[in-house]
């Protein structure tokens, strides 16, 4: 069935550093990808998306490209701040019905 | 509109009560999902509704766990003689078909412990 894998973590980063999340997947088919992220205390949010091939989702200066070559989907940002301290996670349908996500990546940026 | 909501937000109990949890989802959503979270893990699928029907029920979910959605819209879920291993945040999230896919939107969670 659908996976992802996920880079572990904890990534420790110092402000305006280049972040990079690796996420790689297993699926049938092109289904959509995802990037959620949990900040403290509170649920998911969807980060950004691609739903098809060489797309490229992009929100709050974070961007993720769909590669079928290399079954990728990494989130970049090129410039951190310290408010994009949180856990990151990537995630695929399953069968449309549900999600699968990885095990997160935490992400603390220092000042 | 203000998004997925659940309540309680926390709640500690002791082992061998019954706990219930309730989702409200947004509002023009008719698939309604519940998910589990250990710490330090991703979110677990548990099971999800479309309308009122109970379409899946992860292996996750034992005897010991139901879900309903009585009339489409709110959802319940019931823990009945609580474990300690059952101490995890339980997630509600909703969605709607756009786009050809069902993007899903959860809620802050309810974290339950059991002592």
């Known amino acids: 069935g659908n996976s992802v894998t996920q880079m572990e973590g904890p990534v420790t980063l110092s402000e305006e550093a280049f972040l990079t999340i690796n996420c790689t997947y297993t699926?049938?088919?092109?289904?959509?990808l995802f990037w959620y992220v949990q900040y403290p205390g509170e649920g998911l949010q969807l980060l950004l998306k691609?739903?098809?091939?060489?797309d490229k989702g992009s929100n709050k200066g974070f961007e993720a490209t769909y590669r079928k070559e290399t079954t990728s989907f990494h989130l970049e940002k090129g410039s951190v701040q310290v408010s994009d301290s949180a856990v990151y996670f990537c995630a695929l349908p399953y069968n449309n019905n549900d999600m699968r996500f990885g095990a997160g990546t935490r992400l603390t940026v220092k000042p | 509109d203000t998004g997925v909501s659940q309540d309680p937000r926390h709640k500690i109990t002791k082992r061998g009560q019954n706990v219930t949890f309730r989702c409200d989802p947004i509002?023009?959503?008719?698939?309604l999902y519940w998910y589990r979270q250990t710490l330090g893990q991703g979110p677990e699928f548990l099971t999800y509704?479309?309308?009122?029907?109970?379409?899946?029920k992860s292996r996750l979910l034992s005897d010991r766990f139901s879900a309903e959605r009585p009339k489409g819209s709110f959802s319940t879920l019931e823990i009945q003689r609580t474990e300690q291993g059952d101490s995890a945040m339980y997630l509600c999230?909703?969605?709607?078909?756009?786009?050809?896919?069902?993007?899903?939107?959860f809620g802050p969670g309810t974290r339950l412990t059991v002592t």
């Open positions: 509704f479309q309308n009122e029907a109970q379409l899946e």
């Open positions: 699926a049938t088919g092109y289904p959509s």
């Open positions: 999230a909703s969605s709607a078909l756009a786009g050809g896919t069902y993007e899903q939107y």
């Open positions: 691609a739903t098809k091939a060489d």
């Open positions: 509002s023009e959503h008719n698939r």
